[in-house]
């Protein structure tokens, strides 16, 4: 499969970290294989249609040897919401794992497929409430389950997260099951699309703000002429920060300071409405990190080993023992 063309930022203006956490990432990496993990590949969740097709969905599944039930951990992988691949970053959902969490790794809709943002939120609520449906089987405490998103992922991650209990994203397989989630990570995510290249050179502005585009067609549809500048009366359904309470669950964000995908500032305007709203919210920024998944659109791994370091897989371990236990 081909790279997708997305533009890369020629330059990064710095982003405010008053607010943050700075940490640095370039020690010493993460190790896998200290505990006993169950892998089991290609579960069917969901056959939602995007218009007249069946978009068969799956999920991979990392459940710990041990005994009892373990907390649940839903991740989305990213891909611009143009694709999404759930054997992505085996070695970070293994060390998840290994600390004592079942780690689901789901597929969803994306814009090849004629979806809407709508459409891949309620995917992800879906594989909840289908691993809710099975949590004996798969040796899941159903009370306590979190979703870990990255890039496109990580904008999947905060909707389901701020609209827990709504039933507008609420469709699909188990019905009979509750979405809600009692956690959030969200690395290097997009909120407002609208201002997602706000840090970057006007040359990349202009490229991710075309009329048309994925970003626009995943907001819109597929046949959309408009930009996501156009109308934003019609873009705050699509934006986390529209629908922020008091009630919703604690976050972790997670943004490289030089990243050229999604700008900085995004992980930033939703950690401070967060905490404008008194929802327990902490942010890390990566000091020197490039977008976290650039391995999908072809770059060696190398680019990205800040992300898989001790010290930033430990910040989000460390954030779902918290609330997780």
């Not at 499969?1 to 020629?10: C, D, E, F, R, W």
Request: hydrophobic share 35%; glycine share 8%; proline share 6%.
């Amino acid at each position: 499969m081909t790279a997708p063309n997305i533009p890369l930022a020629k330059t990064v203006a710095p982003s405010d970290t008053s607010t943050s956490t700075v940490i640095d990432g370039r020690g010493p990496q993460i190790r896998c294989g200290t505990a006993r993990i169950c892998t089991c590949s290609d579960i069917p969740y969901d056959t939602p249609m995007s218009g007249d097709t069946q978009i068969p969905l799956k999920l991979d599944l990392q459940v710990p040897q041990t005994s009892g039930k373990k907390p649940l951990v839903v991740y989305i992988s990213g891909g611009g919401f143009l694709r999404n691949d759930k054997t992505a970053n085996l070695h970070r959902r293994a060390y998840v794992a290994e600390q004592g969490y079942v780690v689901a790794s789901i597929e969803y809709r994306t814009v090849p497929t004629g979806a809407t943002y709508r459409d891949a939120v309620a995917d992800v609520k879906s594989a909840i409430r289908h691993l809710r449906a099975h949590a004996n089987q798969y040796d899941i405490e159903a009370s306590r389950v979190a979703v870990w998103g990255e890039s496109a992922g990580g904008y999947l991650a905060a909707m389901t997260g701020v609209t827990n209990g709504l039933n507008r994203f609420e469709n699909g397989s188990n019905p009979d099951q509750s979405s809600t989630v009692q956690a959030v990570v969200d690395e290097f995510g997009p909120s407002d699309i609208s201002t997602v290249a706000s840090d970057y050179d006007a040359a990349t502005q202009k490229t991710t703000y075309a009329a048309g585009n994925p970003f626009a067609q995943f907001i819109f549809g597929p046949l959309t002429t408009m930009s996501v500048r156009d109308d934003p009366a019609a873009m705050a359904p699509a934006n986390p920060l529209t629908y922020i309470s008091a009630s919703s669950p604690p976050f972790v964000l997670l943004h490289g300071s030089a990243d050229q995908l999604v700008s900085p500032s995004q992980t930033l305007i939703l950690h401070n409405a967060l905490r404008a709203n008194g929802v327990n919210s902490t942010r890390y920024v990566v000091d020197g990190a490039n977008h976290g998944d650039l391995t999908f659109m072809g770059f060696h791994p190398d680019v990205t080993k800040q992300w898989s370091s001790q010290q930033v897989m430990d910040s989000i371990t460390s954030f779902l023992d918290k609330h997780l236990g």
